[in-house]
């Protein structure tokens, strides 16, 4: 059999009937699967037997689906057990070899689920594929259509591989997972045997490719949800702080019973309760922790019920059950409740219904709110949701004193450190007060470190990368600290601590320096220390500096002071990057300010340029803009003339009366000034300095000079690498010219290049119409005269011709008469030729006049219908598909005939057979007349050509069928005169169908 691919056909409305067959694979029912009836069975017999067998197949499959929505349920967050029920249901119920499931993401299909396959099958699939049509899926994925290959291993154009052999894979069904267009996956299934899937299977991979797409959507919900859940987690816990009962857990951080008084008062007032109570669970037993009866006579039988506390979880009690299941119970009468064995405690306190919430923590019960109520019956879930509220609440209160207490020994350790903390407060206090200068930060670490480590000397000292210098010093002796100066700047060695930690790039303590052997400075014990400690401090893993600490006593520092000073090291990062990022800052914010007035003035030069075609408005524009934020005391722009190869003076900013007359009064030549020399150099020319001899040579350096300028730069005004002029700024300073300045002037001289280019394009646009304007009107004065002076020999010949015909047919051989046929075929083709040429120099030069009248667009079509029937071809029909039913419509009734007798003619030149229809009918608004044909059609990049002046569908079509290529032109602007249009659609070979829309009333002629 040939190998076939089909799509699955429309969406199904429902379930189609199934049988399960004995392997576990459900085949639909069919007179073969039905056991044949005997003699004795009826036909009734046999009609409740079918259904039956539908019946069974709907319930499997409804069965299938219910399971994967319940597992859509159950499982939002996680498609894996979802996409592993698809595969085994539809391999089971579309009597199927294989089954899997693949998802889409960046142009690729990656495997989700599969069902048991061969090994190398399973690593095909796990690899993954593209999404092209080599494979069944891709095919799907493709089309957004089900697809089904009838015989893989035959199917042309499709990726056979190894795997495919090994699974013997031969029927295929592959069904996208779309969301609104979107591909999320596809679902397939296989057969190792040649045997289509029949439409209730393909029905089904659908249904099951609808449920893995719910699932997919379920998870993004559920991710989506999730993160919506966090944000509003954090603004409950805001909420919640200003609460009644989160008020009284203020007042008494360390007592929760007023908090379980204040919960077991509401609660029984808001349920309407008969009692409330609050226990809680300390892991093994429950305690009662706060009791609320309503009637006192119920209060002794709920004392002597709550005496055989505390107790162990169990399910006699409603509080007992919901510490044991960690669950909400709802009791709605219990006195029917068979595990409930506090009957004679109910009936003595008043209740018959009973709910209690578990307090959770951290998924562990912690005690339970139970209320009690004297009417039988279940809780609303609005009394449940608030017990839930008032059962965090109570967790609340239970975790503050519980971290209340722990906050109280942790105060104690606390206690030892304030010092300390209140050292690094002060610290950072200083740093945020200074954060332009380290030195405040570093006396305040050196002073803190004195004193909180007990010490006679504290210093700070910063690596340049080479020296280490002293930033800060807390020194006991005046002396000791003289002594320490002179020792810095120094390098990098092993001799004092500070260069040891700065090498080591880690904390160095020296527990007596008398006894190191390479500590260099033994006068450490007479400068007051015998032991001390570096500290580095490091940036991005680079030392920056280093805290050395020394003390009296020899022996080691604690830990915690290690820690402490660590914590000082930290802080003095802190006030050097503070220091660096601040100067970074000042200088990107200065850079950000000039950036911002650059951009904003090349904005108003760029609105300028593009709103005005006003050359000399958009160049003082730029220039006034270049020299205000290149801080520039004059500037100029010049107009480049290429064929004379000079520069001349087109407009000025801040310039003096004196040098502008100087400038403009002769151009200048190529390569005389700044200016002149960008002709040769097509770059930037700056003079630093005018005055120096040999700098710059022009005819206007002693004026500049005398007015002060110093320096100058020129920059091109360039085009597509063309010189259009150059934009000149003086400084009254002299000096080189800033990297920025230089590129900043460039974007001007762009906008200015683009400016006169703009100008130039124009001038040339209106010397162009002119010429065009009067092009156009020889043309037409042409044709006209042309058209008559051709006409009037044209006639005579063919006049003549008809009279030599008609008086000497009977007297000319039959070779002359033919020749005579032909020339006047010529003459009155070459005349029609003539009048088209004079119809669309009419058109063109709009002197076609409309004449409007009431018409029946049927009798006309009619009329045209029969003028054109000489023309068709043997074998070929023409078709009238409407009735006289139109109304009249309002037309110029000539002009209709030509466009109408245009297309039929059109239509019968280029068909060769078949036929030629012509439809009319009502539009919006109007009329539509259609002449559709069957012949050879126009290509599609040809469709709007062949409506342009000489253009026919192609070279070919004008050889065979003749034409001037004029007459679709012309209807189409009768048409378009008329207030219509003519629209084409066509298919090479096949045909090609003319529309022609007019409306029910034609435009009045303009007077």
């Not at 967050?77 to 009597?95: E, K, M, S, T, Y």
């Not at 056979?160 to 295929?172: F, K, L």
């Not at 039988?301 to 107790?311: I, K």
Request: glycine fraction near 6%.
């Amino acid at each position: 059999m040939k190998a076939q691919e089909k799509t699955g056909g429309q969406r199904r409305t429902g379930v189609s009937a199934a049988t399960q067959e004995p392997l576990g694979q459900a085949q639909p029912c069919s007179p073969r699967t039905q056991r044949r009836p005997g003699a004795t069975e009826s036909a009734l017999e046999l009609q409740r037997q079918a259904h039956a067998c539908a019946l069974a197949q709907a319930k499997e499959q409804q069965a299938a689906t219910s399971e994967i929505l319940r597992l859509i349920s159950r499982s939002p967050a996680d498609v894996q057990p979802v996409f592993d029920a698809i595969v085994a249901h539809a391999l089971r119920l579309c009597g199927a070899s294989f089954a899997f499931v693949m998802r889409h993401q960046d142009g690729r299909l990656s495997l989700a689920a599969r069902t048991d396959s061969t090994p190398e099958f399973a690593d095909y699939l796990a690899r993954g594929f593209a999404v092209d049509r080599e494979t069944t899926t891709g095919r799907a994925a493709l089309s957004r259509q089900p697809v089904q290959v009838i015989d893989f291993m035959a199917e042309p154009g499709v990726g056979v591989t190894p795997a495919h052999r090994s699974e013997s894979v031969r029927t295929v069904l592959a069904v996208p997972l779309l969301r609104e267009e979107q591909l999320l996956g596809v679902i397939a299934i296989w057969r190792r045997e040649v045997q289509p899937f029949l439409e209730q299977q393909i029905a089904l991979l659908q249904t099951f490719a609808d449920q893995a797409v719910i699932a997919i959507e379920n998870l993004r919900l559920f991710n989506e949800l999730e993160a919506r859940n966090r944000e509003l987690t954090e603004a409950l816990e805001q909420q919640t702080a200003t609460g009644e009962i989160l008020r009284v857990i203020s007042q008494s951080p360390t007592d929760v019973q007023p908090v379980f008084d204040t919960i077991v008062a509401a609660a029984l007032k808001l349920c309407a309760a008969s009692s409330a109570n609050v226990v809680t669970f300390d892991g093994e037993l429950i305690h009662v922790a706060a009791i609320a009866p309503v009637r006192p006579e119920g209060a002794d039988a709920l004392r002597r019920h709550f005496g055989s506390y505390p107790r162990r979880p169990s399910r006699d009690t409603a509080n007992t059950r919901a510490i044991l299941t960690c669950r909400v119970v709802s009791i709605p009468d219990v006195l029917n409740d068979s595990d409930y064995a506090a009957g004679a405690t109910a009936i003595a306190a008043g209740y018959r219904s009973v709910l209690s919430v578990p307090l959770i923590r951290e998924a562990s019960p912690i005690g339970a709110i139970t209320v009690a109520r004297a009417e039988p019956g279940a809780f609303p879930e609005q009394q449940v949701a608030l017990l839930q509220t008032f059962a965090d609440q109570a967790v609340i209160a239970i975790e503050n004193a519980r971290l209340f207490r722990e906050l109280e020994a942790r105060n104690r350790d606390l206690i030892e450190a304030l010092e300390q903390q209140t050292a690094t407060s002060e610290i950072l206090r200083v740093l945020s007060r200074s954060p332009t200068d380290a030195q405040p930060v570093f006396d305040a670490i050196a002073a803190a470190a004195l004193k909180l480590c007990d010490a006679t000397s504290a210093n700070l000292l910063t690596f340049d990368g080479e020296f280490l210098h002293i930033a800060s010093m807390a020194m006991v002796s005046p002396e000791a600290e003289q002594a320490l100066r002179e020792l810095y700047p120094r390098p990098l060695d092993r001799g004092v601590v500070a260069g040891r930690a700065v090498l080591a790039r880690s904390v160095v303590a020296i527990h007596d320096v008398h006894v190191d052997p390479d500590y260099a400075f033994k006068g450490g014990a007479q400068m007051g220390f015998r032991s001390v400690v570096g500290i580095p401090f490091m940036r991005k893993g680079v030392p920056i500096g280093v805290i050395a600490v020394g003390r009296r006593d020899p022996g080691p520092f604690s830990e915690k002071q290690i820690a402490l000073l660590q914590t000082f090291a930290d802080q003095a990062v802190i006030a050097l990057e503070n220091v660096r990022l601040f100067k970074e800052l000042e200088a990107r914010t200065t850079e950000l300010t000039q950036s911002v007035g650059e951009l904003r003035a090349l904005g108003e030069v760029s609105q300028a340029v593009s709103s005005t075609l006003d050359l000399e408005a958009v160049l003082s524009t730029i220039v006034a803009r270049a020299t205000q934020l290149a801080g520039m005391d004059g500037g100029a722009i010049y107009e480049y003339d290429e064929a004379r190869q000079e520069f001349r003076l087109h407009t000025t900013d801040r310039l003096p009366d004196e040098l502008v007359e100087a400038l403009r009064s002769a151009p200048i030549a190529k390569g005389e000034g700044a200016i002149g020399r960008l002709a040769a150099t097509g770059e930037p020319v700056a003079v630093h300095d005018i005055v120096d001899q040999g700098t710059y040579q022009s005819r206007v350096r002693e004026i500049l000079i005398r007015l002060g300028y110093r320096s100058l730069l020129a920059v091109p005004l360039l085009r597509e690498d063309r010189l259009l002029g150059g934009l000149l700024v003086n400084r009254k300073s002299a000096g080189e010219f800033a990297p920025r300045v230089i590129d900043l002037l460039k974007t001007f001289a762009t906008q200015s290049a683009l400016a006169i280019q703009n100008a130039r394009l124009f001038r040339e646009i209106e010397d162009k119409s002119r010429q065009l304007e009067i092009a156009s009107r020889h043309k037409s004065a042409f044709l006209a005269n042309m058209s008559h002076e051709l006409r009037t020999p044209l006639n005579a010949i063919i006049g003549f011709t008809r009279i030599v015909m008609r008086r000497s047919q009977e007297r000319l051989e039959p070779q002359q008469f033919d020749n005579l046929e032909k020339i006047l075929a010529s003459g009155q083709h070459l005349l029609a030729l003539i009048n088209t040429i004079l119809d669309l120099a009419k058109v063109e030069a709009g002197r076609v006049e409309l004449n409007p009248a009431a018409i029946e667009p049927a009798p006309l079509l009619d009329q045209c219908m029969r003028t054109i029937e000489p023309l068709l071809k043997d074998g070929v029909v023409l078709l009238r598909d409407f009735d006289g039913g139109m109304p009249p419509m309002l037309v110029d009734e000539e002009l209709l005939r030509q466009v109408l007798i245009n297309l039929l003619s059109n239509a019968a030149k280029f068909t060769a057979r078949g036929s030629i229809r012509v439809r009319l009918r009502a539009g919006r608004g109007g009329v539509e007349i259609a002449v559709a044909d069957s012949g050879i059609g126009i290509a599609a990049d040809k469709l709007e050509s062949i409506f342009e002046e000489f253009e026919q569908a192609d070279a070919g079509s004008t050889r065979l069928h003749g034409g001037t290529g004029l007459g679709l032109t012309i209807a189409r602007r009768l048409a378009r005169l008329m207030g219509g249009e003519i629209l084409v659609e066509s298919v090479a070979g096949v045909g090609s169908t003319f529309t022609l829309t007019l409306p029910a009333r034609c435009p009045s002629p303009q007077p």
